[in-house]
């Protein structure tokens, strides 16, 4: 079964969270962590309506990174200490990531999306992301990916290969694949055709990731929907996504 | 030439510039279009490699072919291959539904993904390009070679 569910840079308000809990057939959505997004305090209410949540962690970009570099110039003559150097700063935005989900409220053991939206592929950046992976495991939260195909392809190839450091800690992400079938571009207006409601498409087959749970394969589209009134209702942008999980925050455990 | 235009800016706010840690999310001041801006012309300014200024060992290189091809130093396993082309609202590309007029495009085609940028600025020492999808993030090169 295929559950469907959105994203959307800006949060849509408690009053249309119900609405379209209540009216569409979406059941999931991605929630931004951290002090600079407008979804951090609302947690409780979404999640009290039913929602799974997927959590979003937004934390340094492979290939553009001002401190990944810094560290890499601090530690090139030694290439051991260079991935501990990179490890350990990965360790400290874990852990940063698992105190905003705590602050906003969310419960152990959900996944934490580490959100990559510069998807150069970045070997340092490999490092860094796998000490993050450490320090949210250690604080008994789960980690996953956001990104685009050939970057996942790329990590996991990695992480399955020889030649790391620290061969034996792998902590092995639940990825959500960001292949568009479609999309408007960001700042563009967005025609009425591609406000979209129930049935919402499903991924095409053939742009799915064999180790992706999730997909995001509508971007920068719109919602409509009929509200409980029956009063037709808008809110874009979106960028809608599928999941074989009904709440993708818990993965498996909730398909079961 | 500084060639984005009339594109509105995303939700950007300082927490979340440091969060992405030097590579910029969109800027509302992020140039007027330049009159006679053409495809072309900006085609002829991408030719040849650029340098991450995020990170040196980043470089990407366009090739008259119509090849790119994205390095990162010391590993060769990160080299990636594409193929690239410029559009505008004129010849807008079929996978985006709607665009920004004024706005000139890059499309990259690695075969697995299909990457759209906005082209913000590109002159003979600078390219700035921003993801034209999911939250607009920004990434900024240097030239060091051609044409």
């Avoid at chain 2, 490699?49 to 010391?74: C, H, I, K, L, P």
Wanted: charged residues 20%; contains cysteine; aromatic residues 12%.
């Amino acid at each position: 079964m295929i559950f469907s569910g959105f994203d959307s840079a800006g949060y849509p308000g408690d009053a249309n969270m119900r609405s379209i809990w209540d009216n569409t057939e979406l059941r999931w959505c991605g929630f931004y962590l951290g002090p600079g997004s407008d979804w951090n305090p609302h947690f409780p209410q979404i999640q009290d309506i039913g929602w799974g949540v997927a959590p979003i962690y937004t934390g340094k970009q492979p290939g553009s990174s001002h401190k990944l570099q810094a560290i890499h110039n601090r530690n090139a003559a030694d290439p051991k200490a260079l991935k501990t150097a990179l490890w350990d700063n990965g360790v400290l935005d874990g852990q940063e990531a698992v105190d905003q989900a705590r602050a906003s409220h969310i419960p152990l053991n959900t996944i934490l999306y580490f959100d990559v939206e510069d998807t150069t592929l970045d070997p340092d950046w490999l490092e860094y992301y796998r000490g993050w992976s450490r320090g949210v495991v250690d604080r008994y939260y789960g980690v996953g990916l956001y990104t685009r195909r050939e970057h996942a392809a790329w990590l996991m190839g990695k992480l399955m290969g020889d030649g790391l450091s620290k061969p034996f800690d792998i902590c092995m992400p639940t990825i959500w694949i960001a292949r568009y079938n479609r999309a408007n571009a960001n700042g563009s207006d967005i025609p009425a055709t591609d406000f979209l409601g129930d049935p919402l498409p499903a991924p095409d087959p053939k742009t799915v990731y064999s180790d992706a749970a999730m997909w995001q394969h509508i971007g920068n589209f719109g919602l409509k929907w009929t509200d409980s009134a029956g009063k037709t209702r808008k809110f874009a942008p979106v960028d809608f996504d599928t999941s074989i999980y009904p709440d993708p925050g818990t993965g498996f455990l909730s398909a079961i | 030439m500084s060639i984005l235009g009339g594109l509105a800016a995303q939700p950007a706010d300082s927490a979340l510039r440091d969060r992405y840690d030097g590579a910029e999310l969109p800027s509302a001041a992020a140039s007027a279009p330049e009159s006679g801006s053409s495809t072309t012309a900006i085609a002829q300014t991408l030719i040849g490699t650029w340098q991450s200024e995020g990170n040196s060992r980043f470089t990407r290189t366009f090739a008259v072919d119509g090849s790119v091809t994205d390095r990162y130093e010391g590993d060769e396993s990160s080299t990636s291959k594409a193929k690239w082309r410029l559009f505008t609202a004129k010849d807008r590309d079929p996978l985006l539904d709607s665009v920004v007029a004024g706005v000139t495009y890059l499309r990259m085609d690695n075969g697995s993904d299909v990457t759209f940028y906005a082209i913000v600025k590109a002159d003979r020492r600078h390219l700035q390009l921003r993801y034209a999808d999911r939250r607009g993030f920004m990434v900024r090169f240097r030239r060091v070679s051609g044409p």
